[in-house]
């Protein structure tokens, strides 16, 4: 079930989101966060941090889990997910270090790299989970063709996915990691609230496919309609076609 929300300006589009998070993160004991790297979350995590620096708000029980993070790079690399998430929220926060949780796209053994992931996440309860959305559709690095019912794996970046991204290595396709390590979409419907956030003309489709498409591994995002509490922030061009 989805419930949209369409906004003007990215600030207003990041207030929603900030919102809904804040209420989940000072309603619950231990919050559980998923969270999402990307252009999406960022106006998100300022707000985050602002909040926390002005309002004291903790996040000292939060435990976290990121979607996804590039093979190949090591942590230190200024576009891998690890910086990302420390340099947009972790740094600026008070969550223990011990309570984060990102793929190891570093690991010697990938596929025991993603089993040990999920293992970590069926201890938890994801109870948000903050989205972005491919132009191809595709949520955390789950590209189409992506079985439903896939759990942490190794993903082959599609072209499409690698050219979107190429804006971050100096715009460089060959510079973008041909794989990474990601939460499958079944992981992801175990969350028990998910936020996505999404904007600009180059998500219209991807927008439409997930809300009004079929049900069909060739726009992943379209498993969202299974679940019970999806909430849908964008811009007026992102909502374009619906
Ligand atoms: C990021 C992720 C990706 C992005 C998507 C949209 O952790 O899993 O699915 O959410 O590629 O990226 P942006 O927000 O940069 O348009």
Same mark, same amino acid.
């Given at each position: 079930? &989805?419930? !949209?929300?369409v906004r003007k300006?990215?600030?207003e589009i990041s207030a929603e989101a900030f919102q809904i998070m804040k209420e989940v993160v000072t309603s619950k004991q231990n919050p559980v966060l998923g969270l999402a790297t990307g252009s999406s979350p960022i106006g998100l995590y300022k707000k985050m941090i602002e909040d926390h620096e002005k309002n004291g708000t903790s996040y000292k029980k939060c435990v976290t889990f990121n979607l996804d993070e590039y093979v190949g790079l090591p942590k230190n690399h200024e576009q891998s997910y690890y910086? &990302?998430?420390?340099? =947009?929220?972790f740094n600026h926060i008070d969550i223990p270090q011990e309570n984060i949780h990102i793929p190891d796209g570093t690991a010697a053994n990938e596929e025991q790299a993603c089993k040990d992931y999920e293992d970590a996440m069926k201890k938890y309860t994801v109870d948000i989970q903050v989205l972005g959305i491919g132009?191809?559709? @595709?949520?955390?690095?789950?590209e189409p063709g992506t079985? &439903? $019912?896939e759990e942490t794996h190794l993903m082959k970046l599609t072209e499409? !996915?690698?050219r979107d991204n190429a804006r971050f290595f100096d715009g460089d396709i060959n510079k973008v990691p041909m794989k990474a390590i990601t939460q499958g979409l079944a992981s992801i419907m175990r969350a028990k609230k998910i936020i996505l956030i999404a904007t600009g003309? =180059?998500?219209?489709?991807a927008i439409r496919g997930m809300i009004n498409g079929p049900k069909t591994i060739d726009c992943p995002?379209?498993?969202?309609?299974? @679940?019970?509490? /999806? $909430? /849908?922030?964008?811009?007026?061009?992102?909502a374009a076609k619906l």
């Open positions: 079930m &989805f419930k !949209t929300i300006t990215n600030n910086t &990302f998430m420390y340099t =947009n929220l132009s191809d559709g @595709h949520i955390a690095f789950n079985p &439903f $019912t499409q !996915t690698r003309a =180059n998500k219209a489709d995002a379209s498993i969202l309609q299974n @679940h019970p509490d /999806v $909430t /849908v922030i964008m811009d007026e061009a992102a």
